[in-house]
């Protein structure tokens, strides 16, 4: 098996035309051409009932929760682009870690989180690119003992921001987001903490 070092990269967002997807494809390069491996997924292949406590008490975890946490224990890193949602994280975003954080018997609690190291970026119409939502997604994840790393990319006006084939029109933004990747990727080596490259 590969040891490069792993990255799950995923938008908090299921629309077909996502600029959350878009933007998350440019950080997903980046960690590629620093020698990750990167799974990218859609959070539409991965349709979650909202998450109740009396469902999981009688059914267990849903298929499709236990399918994306085994690929979440099976990467070190998380390359996560959140929409922001009055102000806060996307309803699809929040539902997906909730039943991400559900142990199943026998498993470790928070096993999708504990140690795991994430990039965040967010992209919006809006003039503050979805700002405001990153600073929740980056508290909800540190409680959950993912290591966030500081670097963030906000983009703005996401309606006018993308070429057609994907890239950010600013190349100075589009270097950021692919730097973000780059970091994630690195950033352990870089911290001096031996990198065993995939997941738990
Ligand atoms: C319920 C709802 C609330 C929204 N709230 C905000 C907001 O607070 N700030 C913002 O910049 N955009 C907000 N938007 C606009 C989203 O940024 C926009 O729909 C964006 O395209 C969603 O991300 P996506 O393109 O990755 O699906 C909201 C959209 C919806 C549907």
């Known amino acids: 098996m590969s040891t490069n070092p792993r990255v799950l990269a995923f938008a908090g967002s299921t629309r077909a035309e996502s600029f959350n997807k878009k933007l998350v494809r440019i950080a997903a390069a980046g960690a590629r051409a620093a020698g990750g491996e990167v799974t990218l997924l859609d959070l539409r292949d991965f349709p979650l009932p909202l998450f109740d406590a009396d469902l999981e ?17 099976a990467h070190q890193r998380l390359l996560i682009s959140s929409p ?4 806060s994280i996307s309803g699809v975003l929040k539902n997906a870690i909730d039943w ?10 928070l096993g999708c989180f504990v140690d795991k190291v994430a990039a965040l970026m967010s992209a919006s119409p809006g003039a503050l690119g979805g700002l405001r ?19 963030q990319v906000a983009v703005s006006r996401a309606n006018e ?22 970091k994630l990727v690195q950033i352990l080596s870089k911290l001096g903490i031996r990198d065993e490259g995939g997941g738990v």
Do not use: C
């Not at 008490?57 to 224990?73: F, N, Q, S, V």
């Not at 922001?84 to 102000?87: A, G, H, R, T, W």
């Not at 070429?163 to 270097?175: E, M, R, S, Y």
């Open 57 to 73: 008490a009688r059914e267990g975890l849903p298929p499709h929760a236990r399918r994306l946490k085994d690929l979440m224990l």
């Open 133 to 151: 939502g990153l600073v929740h997604v980056r508290a909800i994840l540190g409680n959950i003992k993912v290591l966030v790393l500081p670097d």
């Open 161 to 182: 921001a993308f070429n057609p084939d994907g890239t950010l029109k600013d190349p100075k933004q589009q270097a950021a987001v692919g730097g973000l990747g780059e």
């Open 84 to 87: 922001e949602y009055n102000s």
């Open 100 to 109: 991400a954080s559900r142990p199943a018997p026998g498993e470790a609690p």
